[in-house]
Every structure is written in structure tokens, then in C-alpha cells.
């Protein structure tokens, strides 16, 4: 009934982009993916597979599962499981039917008899659901934070928190009263930041990673070079934001200085904007840049655009909740030899 083949990521263009739906997450796309996966190759140039089930009568491709291996090949992970790329999941040729995608993923892990390293992947996904739990030595949930956007901004407004309500005109009438004014901007549709802000916006976000998650190599003149050498240069997710048209950022400056930034990618029926990159800056911690940039680019959905849903992504930091963030989850697993 089914064949499952390997084959070239170029290949797949046509065919991969062919099976896109309007809300597929931009983390699946081709055109994001084509970064990705040139990532992979940059670094490990024999390591990618792109595993496609096909119809043993006609040869059509209904499923592609784009994998990479291991460097010592002990096991597969999926290609969009790294850093920037927030879901990893297969993609279905259209009007398949629930069942027939269920058949396919069963057939897919039968004949995936390797282990594999299954992350980021939807937990209401048909994949998730046909990984075989009898060889999974490992799972956990991990939360993400999506936010609804209503028919209108004041509507918006009235269901967050009477406190949250307040901290938001705390935060507006302290910058008034100390006399300081912000600019808030938005880049999208193939309007891009200049080269100068850009640079700015990517120093000031891998300073904060290394601070957040590597605070030992903090004061290393050579580490904050080297991660800023490849977020401003080798990082995909830099990378397809300048060149893809789906990119989105929105950036809150104060003179010449970012107070804070959130960037992302929409779907292609533009409802749906999910980020990836978020920082602020610490030297106005003073004035809440975070809540600033929150309310400014929820304001700004609800006024110029159609994007129903504002996905903040992985993490379930409490600025999330304040500003009407709803749980979802993505599943990892560890799938072991059959």
C-alpha cells in the first residue's frame, strides 16, 4: 500500500510546497526550512534525511518527514528540532483523510526502525499520536503561550487583569512624567530594519542568551564575538528573516537605543504571527520595555493587520499570562529501536 523513500531536500521544492495549507505553522514551510536545512549542511554536510512515505500504486508522495542524523549516527532527530525553529512536525498532502494519515505514520514508524529523537512536535498532532509508545524510553510536555486577539483592542484590553490594566498606566505615566519618549516600529513585508539596527537588535539579543543561559562565558570578549558572529551571519532564523517576506518584527527604541524587540514569521493567511526572538534591554529596566512592546504590538494587530493569533512560542514566562497568553503544548520524545 505504501514505499517509504529518501530523498533530496531540492527535489522536494515543488511537491513540499504543494501540500503548505494556509495556517501551517511558517516553521514548516519550504522556503523556512530551505535555511534550516542549508544550516545543517554547513555544519554537517552528509547528515540530512528527507524521508517521504509514497502510494505503491501511483508513487505520489502523501507524507514528508524531513530528519537529519546524529554526528556519531546513533540516532535521528527532526530537522526542525533547534534553537529558532519552534515546531518540527511531517507534512501531509492535502484532503488526506484522518485515518489515511494514521495508516501512513503507522506505516512510517515501522519502517523507522532506528531511534530517533522526536522534539517539538505538536501534541495534537497525528504524529504525535502514532509514535509507538511501546518503544519510547522518554516524554515530557513542554508549554507554549499563544494570545487570542479580539474584535477590537479596548475589547482586548477589558479581558486582562484589573491589575494588569493598571501596571500597563503605571508603566505609560511614569515615561511621561520622566520625561521620556520612545518610538515604536514595525518591519514586515519585505521592509527590513537597516543594516546598523539590525546589528544592534541581534548584539543586544545574544547578550542576553549568553547572560540568561551560559553566565559563566559572560565576561569572554571571545564568546560574545563568536555567538555574535553567527547570530548576525550563519543563523538561519537570521538568515530567512532577511530574505523571506513573511517576516515580522516590532521594535521599541528610544533615540538611538533598542529598549526592547520581538521578531517572527506569519503564516501564509497571515492570522497567525508566532516569535521566536525576544529581548530587552536591561539599561531601562527602569521603564518596563517589555510591557511597553507588548501593548504597542498587541495594539497594533488588532488596528493594522489581519493576524488573529499573537504565538509567542516556547516558555511559559508569567508576562505571557499577564497579557492573556493560553497554554498549549509541544511533545518530545525518545523513540528506541524497534
Request: aromatic residues 16%; positive net charge; proline residues 3%.
Amino acid at each position: 500500500m505504501y514505499q517509504l523513500k529518501r530523498y533530496s531536500f531540492k527535489y522536494l521544492e515543488k511537491i513540499w510546497k504543494s501540500m503548505e495549507t494556509p495556517q501551517m505553522s511558517p516553521f514548516l514551510h519550504y522556503d523556512y526550512m530551505r535555511y534550516v536545512h542549508q544550516s545543517v549542511v554547513f555544519f554537517k554536510p552528509f547528515y540530512t534525511r528527507v524521508f517521504c512515505v509514497l502510494s505503491q500504486d501511483s508513487g505520489e508522495v502523501l507524507m514528508i518527514c524531513p530528519m537529519k542524523l546524529r554526528v556519531d549516527f546513533k540516532y535521528y532527530t527532526l530537522l526542525g528540532d533547534m534553537q529558532g525553529c519552534d515546531i518540527a512536525d511531517m507534512i501531509w498532502k492535502k484532503d488526506l483523510s484522518e485515518i489515511e494519515k494514521k495508516n501512513i505514520a503507522d506505516f512510517f514508524f515501522a519502517e523507522m526502525t532506528s531511534k530517533m529523537y522526536l522534539n517539538r512536535v505538536p501534541a495534537d498532532s497525528v504524529f504525535a499520536a502514532a509514535v509507538p509508545m511501546d518503544r519510547v524510553s522518554y516524554t515530557r510536555d513542554v508549554g507554549y503561550v499563544s494570545i487570542a486577539m479580539e474584535n477590537s483592542f479596548e475589547e482586548y484590553l477589558q479581558r486582562l487583569s484589573k491589575n494588569m490594566r493598571h501596571q500597563i498606566n503605571k508603566t505609560y505615566n511614569r515615561l511621561e512624567r520622566e520625561g521620556v519618549e520612545f518610538d515604536f516600529h514595525i518591519y514586515e513585508n519585505g521592509n527590513l530594519p537597516s543594516k546598523d539596527l539590525e546589528k544592534k537588535i541581534n548584539r543586544m539579543y545574544v547578550d542576553r542568551l549568553i547572560s540568561r543561559y551560559n553566565p559563566e562565558r559572560e565576561g569572554s570578549f571571545f564568546w560574545k564575538m563568536y555567538y555574535r558572529t553567527v547570530f548576525q551571519y550563519l543563523k538561519h532564523d537570521t538568515r530567512s528573516f532577511r530574505r523571506l517576506p513573511n517576516s515580522f518584527m516590532a521594535v521599541v527604541m528610544s533615540g538611538s537605543e533598542v529598549m526592547a524587540f520581538v521578531s517572527g514569521f506569519k503564516t501564509h493567511d497571515k492570522k497567525t504571527v508566532a516569535m521566536t526572538r525576544l529581548a530587552i534591554n536591561d539599561n531601562f529596566d527602569r521603564y518596563s520595555p517589555g510591557r511597553i512592546l507588548m501593548k504597542e504590538l498587541i495594539e497594533y494587530l488588532h488596528n493594522n493587520t489581519s493576524i488573529k493569533v499573537l504565538d509567542m512560542s516556547r516558555g511559559d514566562e508569567r508576562y505571557k499570562f499577564d497579557f492573556g497568553g493560553e497554554l498549549y503544548y509541544i511533545k518530545d520524545f525518545v523513540v528506541e529501536k524497534s
